[in-house]
């Protein structure tokens, strides 16, 4: 069926309920950025296969929203589909809320679900339809599901146990200081509404997602007990004895009727606003409320010991395998064809045999030439592009290991000479990693703040990016991980804290030539040297281990200490990778390290 098809079929059921117009967000029942197939509902309906965006769809038009990481891919993607591309953020393009009021007439009403929409975000579209006269109606059964006869079902491996000498510290003493923060805070029930919340604090890990090694399932947690709702057979025999005396499993469907059992005004609940959806809230209309960020966020992001050395090991076996990637690639180049999916491919078969490999953590973005300037473009049979002796190749990818998570990016030039320009832009973007990797800052400082260090040198030469500079990254969790990050619009005030682990990944994209991204992660650690003067200073530790292509840099634009930070940086990558490799691997790694 084609999406014209497919929008007719839901233009129907609209009508048999009254409805003016029909929201699909991105997401699932728990908020998540990575949704499994069976919730993957407005790229069913769309076509688009980015993993941000939302469909708005009327009796007589549809548009999709999504953001500058998805422009070019959304253009190529919904060309004839019949749906219109609205570019967020870019002049003149009103929000879904500005739309919805301007075009939704008096007494007519919008529909979505509630499972995927936030409070706030429901809050905000009954606001803006409201003030013209229109209502926001919550529909339990979801439009697109009706009409999906084909739709995948839940996912069926059971969930794993993640050791302690991975995990860092055991569930019951998570569980322990979960209580005694709900107790000084007030709280009778802490709700469990984020997959990788879950997955964390019950030390569990599986596959129901792609890339995100996480399981479906809802929690509550009491100072009495805990309450894990989990589609059936998720949770194997041993596993459910790992989980504690106290830990009750129940169905995934059970969330729904036990939440309206528990609430009473006498129970407060916790609930975060980022993972809650208005559904969850619905069904907690009895209790008191309390909308707050979970304590499970910071504890999350907040890396122990263990989990950081397992962050450091895993990084020397990624680096391993990137080096073994770009030789290979050279020499294939020589020889014969090689497309970027092949690319992608090859890479994944050498990280995965490296030891703790449990799969990738995102699509590769394997781009070459113009593609390059898709900041999220991921190839497909009919765009896949073969890679030739010339021109600048971006290679975006990352692995999930048993100890850790990783996130690279790397540009380099597959043979031939960069233009003058090619060198500016790629320096230009070095220079805003290394102005980053280099910061200190006192502690309390957001990531809003630091975002500014690395476009500096793009805006000195009038140009700059358009995403973030750094996210959050989970250990052996999701890729993407909050409550921190490093960027001018998407920082949600969290402090930067030691254990913090973010990407660093400036870049520049020129649509139909090419785009440059440099990515390492890196992590927050205490800089003893100037925290002894009595106010702590924080500074960040490198964890990635790559080369960066020396053929692209301008050396001329970069000062002493950029330089002096460049070959120290690379002196480091040897160091730690060099052991791990054969001797004509040696001998290359040690030409990509040289001093500039």
């Known amino acids: 069926m084609t999406v014209r098809l497919r929008l007719a079929s839901l233009r129907h059921r609209m009508k048999q309920r009254g409805l003016a117009a029909y929201l699909i967000p991105s997401t699932d029942p728990h908020l998540s950025e990575y949704v499994p197939e069976r919730w993957e509902r407005r790229k069913y309906m769309s076509g688009f296969s980015g993993s941000a965006g939302e469909l708005i769809v009327t009796q007589k038009s549809a548009g999709l929203w999504t953001d500058g990481r998805y422009f070019l891919q959304a253009a190529e993607e919904l060309a004839g589909s019949g749906i219109s591309l609205m570019r967020s953020g870019e002049p003149g393009v009103p929000s879904i809320e ?6 939704l007439q008096r007494g007519r009403a919008v529909g979505c679900d509630p499972r ?22 919550l529909i339990d059964e979801n439009l697109v599901d009706l009409g999906w006869p084909e739709q995948p079902s839940f996912p069926a491996a059971p969930a794993e146990f993640l050791a302690q000498r991975f995990a860092g510290e055991g569930s019951g003493s998570k569980l322990r200081k979960i209580r005694t923060e709900m107790r000084q805070r007030g709280a009778d029930m802490l709700i469990v509404a984020g997959l990788d919340s879950l997955a964390w604090l019950f030390n569990i890990r599986g596959n129901d997602v792609p890339y995100n090694p996480v399981v479906i399932g809802y929690a509550y947690v009491t100072q009495k007990d805990v309450q894990l709702f989990i589609p059936p057979g998720k949770i194997p025999t041993q596993l459910r004895s790992r989980l504690g005396s106290d830990v009750h499993v129940q169905a995934y469907d059970r969330f729904g009727p036990t939440l309206r059992k528990r609430s009473n005004p006498n129970v407060t609940a916790w609930i975060d606003p980022g993972d809650a959806n208005r559904w969850l809230l619905d069904n907690l209309s009895g209790c008191r409320i309390m909308q707050e960020r979970s304590p499970i966020a910071l504890r999350k992001a907040r890396k122990n010991a263990a989990e950081i050395d397992g962050m450091r090991a895993c990084h020397v076996r990624d680096g391993v395998a990137m080096v073994r990637f770009f030789i290979w690639l050279e020499q294939a180049l020589k020889e014969g064809t090689v497309t970027e999916i092949a690319a992608a491919d090859q890479l994944e078969k050498f990280r995965s045999e490296g030891d703790l490999y449990r799969g990738l953590s995102f699509r590769t973005i394997s781009a070459y030439g113009e593609h390059g300037a898709i900041i999220h473009y991921g190839p497909t049979p009919e765009s896949d592009t073969t890679l030739q002796r010339k021109g600048l190749y971006l290679i975006d990818s990352g692995a999930q290991y048993l100890d850790g998570t990783t996130d690279i990016t790397r540009t380099i030039l597959l043979g031939g000479k960069a233009s003058v320009k090619q060198k500016e832009h790629f320096t230009r973007v070095l220079k805003g990693h290394i102005g980053l990797a280099r910061a200190k800052f006192p502690e309390g400082v957001r990531g809003m703040r630091l975002d500014t260090l690395a476009r500096v040198p793009m805006w000195e030469a009038g140009l700059d990016y358009n995403h973030g500079t750094g996210h959050g990254v989970g250990s052996y969790l999701n890729v993407h991980e909050g409550p921190q990050s490093i960027s001018p619009g998407r920082c949600t005030g969290a402090e930067l804290e030691p254990g913090n682990v973010q990407s660093n990944e400036p870049g520049f994209y020129l649509p139909g030539k090419y785009g440059i991204r440099i990515e390492n992660l890196i992590l927050v650690v205490q800089d003893k040297k100037l925290s002894r003067t009595g106010e702590s200073f924080l500074a960040f530790e490198t964890l990635t281990l790559c080369p960066i292509d020396k053929k692209l840099i301008d050396k001329r634009l970069l000062t002493k200490e950029e330089r002096t930070w460049f070959d120290d940086y690379h002196a480091r990558v040897y160091r730690k990778l060099a052991s791990k490799l054969k001797k004509d691997e040696k001998v290359w790694l040690k ?6």
Not at 591 to 596: E, I, T, V
């Open 116 to 137: 995927l929409l936030s409070a706030a975000r429901a809050e905000r579209l009954e606001k803006a339809v409201g003030e013209v006269g229109a209502s926001l109606r």
């Open 98 to 103: 500005e739309w919805l009021a301007k075009n």
């Open 591 to 596: 030409r990509a390290c040289a001093r500039l």
